[in-house]
C-alpha cells in the first residue's frame, strides 16, 4: 500500500518524492492506443499521468450508465499501471476541460429547480447518484488498496467561479466518505480571490498557470504557507476556437518556465502531455461576454504528444531537463504508429437531410419551438418546422437566441443563415403563397464549458417571429445522428445550400492512422464505419481530421460525410495534419 501524503515535501510511503505528471483524457483517445501514449509518456520522464473524469460520458441519460470502450476508466487507470505510472483523478462533477458542457450531462438542464455548481438539492442528488456509481469502480484502484490513484480533486478551478464554501466542504466529504484516507486536493488560479474562493478547509491547494511560476507559487504560500508547491495545469500550449490562428508555443519557452517550477522543488502536471481529439459532438465552447467561442474537433494543444501521438521537439527538450532532477533511464519508445496516405474517394451516393427527416428523426410537436433538452435530445442538429398563412410579401424573420447556427429555408428555397454571434439573427424573406413551409435546420455547436454562461441550452431557445408576430405549431425532428443506418442514398443531383450526407467506400490493404483532408468543403460533419470523427469548417485552422486505424478495417471502409452547404465529388486521405491553416472568412 502506498499512499500519498505531505509535509514540505510530497511523500509516497514515507519517501520524498517530486510529481511528475502529465495530462491525458482517456475519453479523447481510443483505447487501442492508451498504452502507446502512456508508454511514451513514461519515456518523457513522467512518474504520473492525470486524467478527468467526464460525467456525460458516463451517464449520457439519466440512470444509464456507460463504461465500456473508450469510457472504460477502469481500464485505463489499469494500463497506466501497467506502464509504471502513479495516477491523479479529477472526477468533477465539473471538469470544464474545453469538453462539453464542462462534462455535466445534458439532461441536468431538464432538472426542475436545478442550479449547478452551488449547495443546490437537486443538483447534488444527481452528483451523488453518479458519484455512487463511478467511485464503487474506481475504489480498488485507490492508493490505499493496493492501486495506482495516489490523489482525486474535488471540483475544478471553483475559484474562477463562485465562492459556495457549503457546496465545496459537501463535495469534501462526500468524497472523503467514499475514498477514505486519500490525498485530496483542489486546484486554481493564482489570484486572491480565485484561491480564496476555491480553497477548502483542511484540502491541500494546487495552482495553475503557464508563466511567471515564482509570483503564481509566492501567491499560492501566502494562502497555504508549509506544503509542497505544485502546479496542476502547467498549460505548456493551448486549444483552438474555430476561426482563430492555432496556437502554438515555443520548446525553449516551456523548458523556461519548468526550470522555474523544479527549481523551487515544484511538483508539475503538463496540461496537456497528449490532448487527443474531440470525437463526435464532444468539443466544449467559450464565451467572452460577447461572443460565443465553439472549441474546434483536435485537441492536440501543442502537446508534447502530438493528437496522433508522435513525439515531438517539445518532448525531447522536457525529458532533457526532467534528467537533471530525477535520474532516467536511456529512451526507449514504442515503435511509431504508421500514418498512410489512402489517397481519394469518391462520394457516389447523396442523401438529403431534409428528404430524409422520416427516416432517421421521430417528429415531436410543440405550440412554440422549444430548445433540444426539452426534446430529450443531447447533441446534433434539429430541424424546427411550421407553417405561415397568408401572402404578406417581404418580412422579417427573426429567431431570437438562437443557439448556434441556423440555416432557414421557405417552400423549400434556402433563405441564409442565422447565428449566434455578430448580430445575425434576423433575416428578410418573401411570402408570395397562402401557406408557406417554415424550415429551420440548428446546429449544437457545443455547450459552453467555462464561465458564467455555462447553462447553456441548445437549439432555438426564445421562439421565432415574423415581424412582431410569434409564431406557433411546430413539428420538431431531432437529429442526434447515432444511427445513420436508415439513410436511403442515389444518384441524384444535389443542390448548393442544401445539406446532403454523402457516401463512399475507401478500401485498404491494412489499416493504418490517416487524416481526411477537408479543406474543399464548407462545414460538417464525418463519419468512419459508423465511428463519428467530429466536425469541420471552412473557417479553420483545422483542416483535417484524424482517423486513427481502430476506426478502419482491411477491405471496404464507409465514409459519410454530412455537408451543409457546398458540394464535392471527393476527399483525400492524406498522412499529415493540417491544423494551422489561416483562418477564412465565414
Known amino acids: 500500500m502506498s499512499q500519498l501524503t505531505y509535509d514540505d515535501s510530497f511523500l509516497l510511503d514515507g519517501k520524498e518524492i517530486r510529481l511528475l505528471s502529465g495530462a491525458m483524457h482517456y475519453f479523447r483517445t481510443v483505447p487501442e492506443y492508451w498504452e502507446d501514449r502512456l508508454l511514451k509518456l513514461k519515456a518523457c520522464g513522467f512518474n504520473t499521468v492525470e486524467t478527468y473524469v467526464a460525467w456525460n460520458l458516463h451517464e449520457p441519460e439519466e440512470g444509464q450508465f456507460v463504461f465500456e470502450g473508450i469510457a472504460d476508466i477502469v481500464r485505463f487507470i489499469k494500463t497506466a499501471e501497467k506502464v509504471g505510472l502513479h495516477v491523479i483523478?479529477?472526477?468533477?462533477?465539473?471538469?470544464?476541460?474545453?469538453?462539453?458542457?464542462?462534462?455535466f450531462p445534458y439532461w441536468l438542464l431538464t432538472v426542475p429547480n436545478i442550479k449547478l455548481r452551488c449547495f443546490n438539492q437537486p443538483y447534488l442528488e444527481k452528483v451523488d447518484a453518479y458519484f455512487d456509481v463511478l467511485f464503487e469502480r474506481l475504489r480498488p484502484l485507490l492508493?490505499?488498496?493496493?492501486?495506482?490513484?495516489?490523489?482525486?480533486?474535488?471540483?475544478?478551478?471553483?475559484?474562477?467561479?463562485?465562492?459556495?464554501?457549503?457546496?465545496?466542504?459537501?463535495?469534501?466529504?462526500?468524497?472523503?466518505?467514499?475514498?477514505?484516507?486519500?490525498?485530496?486536493?483542489?486546484?486554481?488560479?493564482?489570484?486572491?480571490?480565485?484561491?480564496?474562493?476555491?480553497?477548502?478547509?483542511?484540502?491541500?491547494?494546487?495552482?495553475?498557470?503557464?508563466?511567471?511560476?515564482?509570483?503564481?507559487?509566492?501567491?499560492?504560500?501566502?494562502?497555504?504557507?508549509?506544503?509542497?508547491?505544485?502546479?496542476?495545469?502547467?498549460?505548456?500550449?493551448?486549444?483552438?476556437?474555430?476561426?482563430?490562428?492555432?496556437?502554438?508555443?515555443?520548446?525553449?519557452?516551456?523548458?523556461?518556465?519548468?526550470?522555474?517550477?523544479?527549481?523551487?522543488?515544484?511538483?508539475?502536471?503538463?496540461?496537456?502531455?497528449?490532448?487527443?481529439?474531440?470525437?463526435?459532438?464532444?468539443?466544449?465552447?467559450?464565451?467572452?461576454?460577447?461572443?460565443?467561442?465553439?472549441?474546434?474537433?483536435?485537441?492536440?494543444?501543442?502537446?508534447?504528444?502530438?493528437?496522433?501521438?508522435?513525439?515531438?521537439e517539445k518532448f525531447y527538450a522536457v525529458r532533457k531537463v526532467f534528467e537533471k532532477y530525477v535520474d532516467l533511464p536511456e529512451?526507449?519508445?514504442?515503435?511509431?504508429?504508421?500514418?498512410?496516405?489512402?489517397?481519394?474517394?469518391?462520394?457516389?451516393?447523396?442523401?438529403?437531410?431534409?428528404?430524409?427527416?422520416?427516416?432517421?428523426?421521430?417528429?415531436?410537436?410543440?405550440?412554440a419551438p422549444l430548445p433540444m433538452e426539452k426534446y430529450g435530445q443531447a447533441y446534433g442538429f434539429i430541424v424546427y418546422e411550421t407553417t405561415i398563412k397568408g401572402a404578406y410579401g417581404k418580412q422579417a424573420l427573426t429567431v431570437q437566441d438562437i443557439h448556434d447556427r441556423g440555416q432557414v429555408y421557405v417552400n423549400g428555397e434556402y433563405v441564409g443563415i442565422v447565428e449566434r454571434n455578430r448580430g445575425c439573427s434576423r433575416l428578410v424573406v418573401e411570402l408570395t403563397e397562402e401557406e408557406s413551409k417554415l424550415q429551420i435546420i440548428v446546429e449544437n455547436m457545443g455547450r459552453i464549458n467555462y464561465g458564467p454562461f455555462v447553462v447553456d441550452y441548445k437549439g432555438i431557445t426564445e421562439g421565432v417571429r415574423l415581424g412582431n408576430q410569434?409564431?406557433?405549431?411546430?413539428?420538431?425532428?431531432?437529429?442526434?445522428l447515432k444511427d445513420l443506418s436508415s439513410l436511403e442514398f442515389t444518384a441524384d443531383e444535389v443542390k448548393e445550400n442544401?445539406?446532403?450526407?454523402?457516401?463512399?467506400?475507401?478500401?485498404?490493404?491494412?489499416?493504418?492512422?490517416?487524416?481526411?483532408?477537408?479543406?474543399?468543403?464548407?462545414?460538417?460533419?464525418?463519419?468512419?464505419?459508423?465511428?463519428?470523427?467530429?466536425?469541420?469548417?471552412?473557417?479553420?485552422?483545422?483542416?483535417?481530421?484524424?482517423?486513427?486505424?481502430?476506426?478502419?478495417?482491411?477491405?471496404?471502409?464507409?465514409?459519410?460525410?454530412?455537408?451543409?452547404?457546398?458540394?464535392?465529388?471527393?476527399?483525400?486521405?492524406?498522412?499529415?495534419?493540417?491544423?494551422?491553416?489561416i483562418p477564412k472568412t465565414p
Open 89 to 103: 483523478v479529477r472526477p468533477g462533477p465539473f471538469i470544464c476541460a474545453e469538453w462539453e458542457f464542462g462534462g
Open 143 to 312: 492508493s490505499s488498496n493496493g492501486g495506482p490513484i495516489i490523489a482525486l480533486q474535488i471540483e475544478n478551478e471553483y475559484g474562477s467561479f463562485g465562492n459556495d464554501q457549503k457546496y465545496l466542504q459537501y463535495l469534501r466529504d462526500g468524497i472523503k466518505k467514499r475514498v477514505g484516507n486519500e490525498l485530496l486536493f483542489t486546484s486554481d488560479g493564482p489570484e486572491p480571490s480565485m484561491l480564496s474562493g476555491g480553497m477548502i478547509e483542511g484540502i491541500f491547494e494546487t495552482v495553475n498557470f503557464g508563466s511567471r511560476a515564482e509570483s503564481a507559487f509566492a501567491q499560492l504560500k501566502q494562502y497555504q504557507p508549509n506544503a509542497p508547491l505544485m502546479c496542476m495545469e502547467f498549460w505548456h500550449g493551448w486549444f483552438d476556437h474555430w476561426g482563430e490562428e492555432h496556437h502554438t508555443r515555443s520548446a525553449e519557452s516551456v523548458v523556461e518556465t519548468l526550470e522555474e517550477i523544479l527549481k523551487q522543488n515544484g511538483s508539475v502536471n503538463f496540461y496537456m502531455a497528449h490532448g487527443g481529439t474531440n470525437f463526435g459532438f464532444y468539443n466544449g465552447a467559450n464565451h467572452n461576454e460577447t461572443d460565443y467561442q465553439p472549441t474546434i474537433t483536435s485537441y492536440d494543444y501543442d502537446g508534447l504528444l502530438t493528437e496522433s501521438g508522435d513525439v515531438t
Open 331 to 367: 529512451l526507449n519508445l514504442p515503435a511509431p504508429i504508421p500514418k498512410r496516405l489512402f489517397g481519394k474517394v469518391k462520394f457516389t451516393e447523396h442523401a438529403g437531410l431534409l428528404d430524409s427527416l422520416h427516416r432517421i428523426s421521430t417528429p415531436q410537436k410543440s405550440e
Open 470 to 480: 410569434f409564431l406557433f405549431d411546430w413539428t420538431v425532428y431531432p437529429l442526434p
Open 498 to 581: 442544401f445539406p446532403y450526407f454523402h457516401k463512399g467506400i475507401l478500401t485498404v490493404d491494412k489499416a493504418a492512422d490517416t487524416f481526411i483532408d477537408l479543406s474543399e468543403w464548407t462545414k460538417g460533419v464525418v463519419f468512419v464505419n459508423g465511428h463519428h470523427l467530429g466536425r469541420y469548417w471552412e473557417i479553420g485552422p483545422q483542416q483535417t481530421l484524424y482517423v486513427p486505424a481502430p476506426f478502419l478495417q482491411e477491405g471496404e471502409n464507409e465514409i459519410i460525410l454530412l455537408e451543409l452547404h457546398k458540394h464535392h465529388q471527393s476527399v483525400t486521405f492524406v498522412d499529415t495534419p493540417v491544423l494551422g491553416a
